[in-house]
T-cell receptor, first 110, second 114 residues
Framework: SQQGEEDPQALSIQEGENATMNCSYKTSINNLQWYRQNSGRGLVHLILIRSNEREKHSGRLRVTLDTSKKSSSLLITASRAADTASYFCASDMVDYKLSFGAGTTVTVRA | DGGITQSPKYLFRKEGQNVTLSCEQNLNHDAMYWYRQDPGQGLRLIYYSQIVNDFQKGDIAEGYSVSREKKESFPLTVTSAQKNPTAFYLC?????????????FGAGSRLTVL
């Protein structure tokens, strides 16, 4: 069964704007990860946040984690056309199986 | 370059046929995974293997089979018992180091049943 749910399902923004997407999960996790998928391609790992962390940054990416609410958010700042992709959260549970949500499709308009 | 190679990229199958999707990695990763992706449904785990000669069913294993005879290889067979096999199939591997299971994915194989 799928552990994570992303919100919104789709997002369209202007180049230079920020994009925020949210993820909720159901059970205890070791960490939560975000992946990007360009159309018709495999997924690429973006960033990982551990269960004892609240916020993490990597370049233009900012991830937050609220274990009390079982939720995470991914912020992409100063978006570019190359950021157009689908973004998936994945919860890494105690048995080391990743469970993926349905993804958020982000379109960055020039 | 290290990575995961999936083949073929596109595959067409007639109903009633078995097909095998190849997945090879040269990352020296212990664990390998097969996911199925349908539009709007994200990724669902089919099978995974944490060590050679051992594998476990994921959430949607019915109609699929795998083998793990070598560390580098984890082929997936889509059997005729799989009622709706048209999908995008993704293979992944991981080291499960540092208490985190970060996956490296292949480029995927798109299977279409005619």
């Amino acid at each position: 069964s799928q552990q994570g749910e992303e919100d919104p399902q789709a997002l369209s923004i202007q180049e230079g704007e920020n994009a925020t997407m949210n993820c909720s999960y159901k059970t205890s996790i070791n960490n939560l990860q975000w992946y990007r998928q360009n159309s018709g391609r495999g997924l690429v790992h973006l960033i990982l946040i551990r269960s004892n962390e609240r916020e993490k940054h990597s370049g233009r990416l900012r991830v937050t984690l609220d274990t009390s609410k079982k939720s995470s958010s991914l912020l992409i700042t100063a978006s570019r056309a190359a950021d157009t992709a689908s973004y998936f959260c994945a919860s890494d549970m105690v048995d080391y199986k990743l469970s993926f949500g349905a993804g958020t499709t982000v379109t960055v308009r020039a | 370059d290290g990575g995961i190679t999936q083949s073929p990229k596109y595959l067409f199958r007639k109903e009633g046929q078995n097909v095998t999707l190849s997945c090879e990695q040269n990352l020296n990763h212990d664990a390998m995974y097969w996911y199925r992706q349908d539009p709007g449904q994200g990724l669902r785990l089919i099978y995974y293997s944490q060590i050679v000669n051992d594998f476990q069913k994921g959430d949607i294993a019915e109609g699929y089979s795998v083998s793990r005879e070598k560390k580098e290889s984890f082929p997936l067979t889509v059997t005729s018992a799989q009622k709706n096999p048209t999908a995008f199939y993704l293979c992944a591997s991981s080291t499960q180091g540092s208490g985190a299971n970060v996956l490296t994915f292949g480029a995927g194989s798109r299977l279409t049943v005619l």
